[in-house]
């Protein structure tokens, strides 16, 4: 094993370490709250977040997803070295891929006016999800996301960026933005634009529901449902079934990125409405944003541990 420094990141001084083992894996050593690793065989990153506390995007998740990108980047996207075909996004919450966005973080700086930290957070999530998007700027790359747990707001926004999306059938997922009288403004409405019609994508924003992972599949949103327990499983075995047609299917990617293409400054644009609207919301509103907020904290307010294998640990049956 050797451990390789990896140049500072942009707003970090701290330079990240790569640690290399001797089967060809590859840690990303990022944070606490986030774990990434290469694994030779598959040719495929694996991400996984835990988050501290809420299974949502804090900022400094955000700052650490931007991290791992730029040392993926960096890592894998010169033409000698070694090959990437897969990043997989996934989950250490149970019950959760992500719930969205740090609404008590946004009732803070709603209530100030504070719209220079309100855009510095908006920017930083856009800046994830596009990143994710085109791929993090390595060629000949598939992105899926596993949802093992619900994906609501921005968990799902994050999801709908990458290429594929495996869910578990107990899963439920959608925009509950309009319940506070905001909407899904950091990249949902873009990505869910180039899945389905415009119908169904009004439907989804604009009503607030939860949708069942079968519902998804059959709206064309999820790409496959599969068993509780058996993303990962499902994971790797489309890995392994597509490595004969590896070249025919991440092509297809690209190609699908020139026909229904989607700009960086569509997303800033949208992102600029949404924190227009956000400092423009009333006290019911902010009411509706802390009860949601309150029932976040209630059921995952204290920090999940992972065990020393580095399996997942279930809350108390309490907290479930």
Same mark, same amino acid.
């Given at each position: 094993?050797?451990?390789?420094?990896?140049?500072?990141?942009?707003?970090?001084?701290?330079?990240?370490?790569?640690?290399?083992?001797?089967? $060809?894996?590859?840690?990303?050593? !990022?944070? @606490? &709250?986030?774990?990434? /690793?290469? %694994?030779?065989?598959? *040719? =495929?990153?694996?991400?996984?977040?835990?988050?501290?506390?809420?299974?949502?995007?804090?900022?400094?998740?955000?700052?650490?997803?931007?991290?791992?990108?730029?040392?993926?980047?960096?890592?894998?996207?010169?033409?000698?070295?070694?090959?990437?075909?897969?990043?997989?996004?996934?989950?250490?919450?149970?019950?959760?891929?992500?719930?969205?966005?740090?609404? $008590?973080?946004?009732?803070?700086? !709603?209530? @100030? &006016?504070?719209?220079? /930290?309100? %855009?510095?957070?908006? *920017? =930083?999530?856009?800046?994830?999800?596009?990143?994710?998007?085109?791929?993090?700027?390595?060629?000949?790359?598939?992105?899926?996301?596993?949802?093992?747990?619900?994906?609501?707001?921005?968990?799902?926004?994050?999801?709908?960026?990458?290429?594929?999306?495996?869910?578990?059938?107990?899963?439920?997922?959608?925009?509950?933005?309009?319940?506070?009288?905001?909407?899904?403004?950091?990249?949902?409405?873009?990505?869910?634009?180039?899945?389905?019609?415009?119908?169904?994508?009004?439907?989804?924003?604009?009503?607030?529901?939860?949708?069942?992972?079968?519902?998804?599949?059959?709206?064309?949103?999820?790409?496959?449902?599969?068993?509780?327990?058996?993303?990962?499983?499902?994971?790797?075995?489309?890995?392994?079934?597509?490595?004969?047609?590896?070249?025919?299917?991440?092509?297809?990617?690209?190609?699908?990125?020139?026909?229904?293409?989607?700009?960086?400054?569509?997303?800033?644009?949208?992102?600029?409405?949404?924190?227009?609207?956000?400092?423009?919301?009333?006290?019911?509103?902010?009411?509706?944003?802390?009860?949601?907020?309150?029932?976040?904290?209630?059921?995952?307010?204290?920090?999940?541990?992972?065990?020393?294998?580095?399996?997942?640990?279930?809350?108390?049956?309490?907290?479930?």
């Amino acid at each position: 094993m050797k451990t390789v420094p990896a140049d500072g990141c942009i707003g970090d001084p701290t330079p990240h370490e790569v640690v290399e083992h001797a089967d $060809g894996d590859v840690e990303f050593d !990022i944070s @606490a &709250q986030l774990t990434c /690793r290469y %694994s030779a065989s598959e *040719r =495929a990153v694996w991400t996984t977040w835990l988050p501290r506390g809420i299974p949502s995007f804090n900022l400094d998740l955000l700052r650490d997803l931007e991290r791992a990108s730029e040392l993926i980047e960096a890592k894998f996207s010169a033409r000698d070295s070694r090959q990437l075909d897969y990043i997989v996004l996934r989950s250490a919450v149970p019950g959760a891929f992500n719930v969205g966005g740090d609404l $008590g973080y946004f009732q803070r700086l !709603i209530t @100030a &006016q504070d719209r220079v /930290r309100l %855009s510095e957070y908006a *920017r =930083a999530a856009i800046n994830v999800v596009y990143r994710n998007y085109v791929t993090h700027n390595v060629h000949g790359v598939t992105t899926i996301a596993l949802l093992e747990g619900d994906a609501l707001g921005g968990g799902l926004e994050c999801a709908l960026s990458c290429d594929l999306i495996i869910a578990e059938a107990d899963v439920r997922a959608g925009f509950p933005e309009v319940l506070f009288n905001l909407f899904p403004g950091m990249g949902g409405v873009s990505f869910l634009a180039r899945r389905v019609n415009r119908r169904t994508a009004d439907e989804m924003v604009r009503s607030g529901r939860l949708y069942t992972a079968r519902e998804l599949y059959d709206l064309g949103i999820v790409d496959e449902v599969v068993p509780q327990g058996h993303a990962v499983h499902a994971a790797k075995k489309l890995i392994s079934r597509r490595r004969s047609q590896l070249v025919a299917q991440n092509a297809m990617n690209t190609v699908d990125r020139l026909v229904r293409p989607l700009g960086v400054q569509e997303l800033y644009d949208v992102v600029k409405i949404w924190v227009d609207s956000a400092l423009r919301l009333d006290g019911r509103s902010l009411q509706w944003m802390q009860r949601l907020y309150q029932r976040q904290v209630a059921i995952f307010g204290k920090p999940l541990e992972l065990s020393s294998q580095g399996s997942r640990v279930r809350p108390p049956a309490a907290a479930a």
